[in-house]
């Protein structure tokens, strides 16, 4: 089997971990990350595409691909605001699965959070739950979304209550645990090379057995 695949938020903490995954996957011989700025990132079958996010439907016309793997997040902090933090994980994230579904691609894989849902009074959780809800509607024959806890990794920037709340977090039932960004990337990897039909979740849970 070979393989396309197309990985967005690959600057990202779990979009790095993600794209390095899919490079080790022999199921792809050509992984494209969509990005604003350069990975770093070297090999064979890699490729990148910087591309304004205002832009992506059209700036990824004309590619085809098989995967699509979608790992674009922030904080309200990063954004700005509640809006700009929407129009990001919402907006960006549905122009992305947009170009996806026109070059092909039948299994779409998305990262949003445990307690994700559209009718959540939490901001966080209802734009992630209306974020998995708008792809549902997308039609792809095959769609997985994993749902992790607490991010866990090597963050550039501090994040004061994460890092507070990480040594706390190992008491807690593995459904809330913090789980390590390496694992949601295996997890995102291993499940794009599987054969797949319908909507998958992938618990937080569950991720800490990649």
Request: hydrophobic residues 45%; positive net charge.
């Amino acid at each position: 089997m070979t393989g396309r695949a197309w990985v967005i938020g690959a600057t990202g903490l779990v979009g790095r971990e993600a794209l390095l995954a899919l490079l080790t996957e022999r199921a792809f011989t050509d992984v494209l990350a969509v990005t604003r700025r350069p990975t770093g990132i070297s090999d064979p079958k890699y490729r990148e595409k910087i591309v304004d996010f205002e832009q992506l439907e059209s700036a990824l016309a004309g590619e085809t691909a098989d995967v699509a793997v979608c790992c674009l997040g922030t904080t309200i902090k990063q954004a700005g605001s509640q809006e700009q933090f929407r129009h990001i994980e919402l907006d960006y994230s549905l122009a992305f699965a947009r170009a996806a579904k026109a070059a092909g691609v039948h299994h779409f894989l998305v990262v949003t959070a445990l307690g994700a849902d559209a009718k959540s009074l939490v901001f966080y959780n209802r734009v992630k739950g209306e974020l998995e809800q708008a792809l549902s509607g997308l039609g792809f024959p095959a769609l997985t979304i994993v749902r992790p806890s607490l991010l866990v990794g090597d963050r550039k920037e501090l994040r004061l209550g994460e890092k507070l709340a990480e040594p706390l977090m190992r008491l807690f039932p593995k459904s809330l645990r913090g789980i390590h960004v390496r694992k949601v990337g295996r997890a995102l990897a291993t499940s794009a090379r599987s054969p797949a039909h319908g909507q998958h979740v992938i618990p937080s849970k569950q991720l800490h057995d990649y």
